[in-house]
């Protein structure tokens, strides 16, 4: 969202508000038939300026979206349903503490989001394609209407995911298929609450919903690392302040040493990326550079098995070995790391959350090249985030 948007959020479409459960079910009934009809218009004019190659995914977009808002009830309902699970209630109600948080003391956006629940009965929301040309680390870019351009290709069904992959190896590219929790639609539609994702703990619940609220702050089209980095520095300190008023020592030890793994994770992989560019950039064959690409890779999957002996045999990170590594791996890394800590200057810098909010939207609005080099600037000031460590895609969960 941002890093997990997706298709049919990428449209411009209209800005429905889900409507209330107590109006009864033909109101909602009628409400995602209207819904239905004008998002298929929209997405017909796509089709007939992407061409047709563009139909079945944009199809599945569609659909995938109205089967989430059917899905999806008020968390009260869920709370006053007796079938439910204390458990379930505990966290959705924990969840609902959170959003009000994210309102109240940080100011971010009070609408309809994170306020319904929704059981999808699997892993994941949806599935990434990330793919990337064999000896190069830039990521293959998509682009859509709206969002505009981002390095990633999101699906519904992991079948069709890996579909869509095994095309992109067939063209010679590298690629990853990646599970995906959640996923910000800008504030087309309010984004729900999912069983993906409210089984996690509290902190890390805390920081999903932060980082998808910050989605709605400030957007610039084309520039996945400014959207992604400035949800990040939105996430750390919303974080910091939820564990500085709600958590106790034990919530906060647990935080600190996860955030640890997940900052020692990042270097892991940023210093072999860092040897990957090296090999790239050199004069030599490409027989060469495919033997030195493979070394790199081993060199990696090594070392990670000496950080998790280091972290008594924490796994959280398992998964992101699970296919063969490649470019596509460490393509995206970039997208969540390379102007964190110019957000957290131009944070630090600002009188308050407000102050920040607006200054992001000012940068959103200039063009990438004046955008950048402001954050360059701001960078020089950048602060540490000693229990905050910068967010990547791969592990999303505190274990």
């Known amino acids: 969202m941002p890093q997990h948007t997706l298709a049919v959020q990428e449209q411009?479409?209209?800005?429905?508000?889900?409507?209330?459960?107590?109006?009864?079910t033909q109101r909602v009934t009628r409400w995602l038939v209207q819904a239905k009809w004008r998002l298929l218009g929209a997405g017909s004019v796509l089709l007939l300026c992407g061409g047709c190659t563009q139909v079945d995914y944009y199809a599945q977009a569609v659909h995938g979206q109205l089967s989430l808002l059917a899905g999806a009830r008020p968390i009260e309902h869920w709370l006053s349903d007796p079938n439910v699970e204390r458990s379930l209630k505990q966290r959705l109600t924990r969840a609902q503490e959170i959003r009000d948080?994210?309102?109240?003391?940080?100011?971010?956006?009070d609408n309809g989001s994170y306020k319904n629940y929704a059981d999808l009965q699997r892993p994941y929301v949806l599935w990434n394609v990330v793919a990337a040309p064999a000896l190069s680390l830039k990521p293959v870019q998509w682009c859509f209407p709206v969002a505009g351009c981002v390095s990633y290709r999101g699906y519904y069904s992991q079948a069709d995911a890996r579909a869509f992959?095994?095309?992109l190896r067939q063209q010679g590219y590298d690629v990853q298929v990646s599970g995906v929790p959640a996923y910000s639609t800008l504030g087309w539609f309010n984004d729900p609450v999912l069983s993906t994702f409210i089984h996690y703990s509290e902190a890390e619940l805390a920081r999903l919903v932060f980082h998808e609220l910050a989605?709605?702050?400030?957007?610039?089209?084309?520039?996945?690392?400014?959207?992604?980095?400035?949800?990040?520095?939105?996430?750390?300190?919303?974080?910091?302040?939820?564990?500085?008023?709600?958590?106790d020592a034990d919530m906060h030890a647990r935080y600190v040493a996860y955030a640890q793994r997940r900052q020692e994770f990042l270097g892991l992989l940023l210093a072999h990326r860092?040897?990957?560019?090296?090999?790239?950039?050199?004069?030599?064959?490409?027989?060469?550079?495919?033997?030195?690409?493979?070394?790199?890779f081993a060199s990696l999957e090594g070392d990670y098995q000496k950080l998790k002996q280091s972290w008594g045999g924490y796994a959280g990170y398992d998964r992101w070995f699970a296919e063969p590594l490649s470019n596509a791996h460490l393509a995206a890394i970039a997208t969540y790391h390379d102007f964190v800590p110019a957000f957290r200057g131009l944070l630090q810098q600002s009188r308050d959350l407000p102050?920040?909010?607006?200054?992001?939207?000012?940068?959103?609005?200039?063009?990438?090249?004046?955008?950048?080099?402001?954050?360059?600037?701001?960078?020089?000031?950048?602060?540490?985030?000693?229990?905050?460590?910068?967010r990547m895609p791969g592990s999303t969960r505190v274990h």
């Open 101 to 109: 948080f994210a309102a109240r003391e940080l100011g971010l956006p």
């Open 215 to 247: 989605h709605q702050v400030a957007y610039a089209k084309n520039d996945s690392k400014f959207n992604e980095s400035f949800a990040v520095a939105v996430e750390e300190e919303g974080v910091r302040r939820w564990l500085a008023q709600r958590g």
């Open 12 to 24: 411009k479409l209209p800005n429905f508000s889900y409507p209330r459960h107590e109006q009864g």
């Open 274 to 296: 860092t040897r990957l560019e090296a090999v790239y950039g050199d004069a030599g064959s490409v027989a060469d550079k495919q033997r030195q690409k493979a070394a790199v």
């Open 355 to 390: 102050a920040f909010y607006e200054s992001a939207r000012q940068l959103s609005a200039m063009k990438e090249s004046a955008r950048h080099g402001q954050l360059a600037r701001y960078e020089q000031v950048a602060p540490l985030a000693a229990t905050q460590p910068a």
């Open 165 to 167: 992959a095994r095309d």
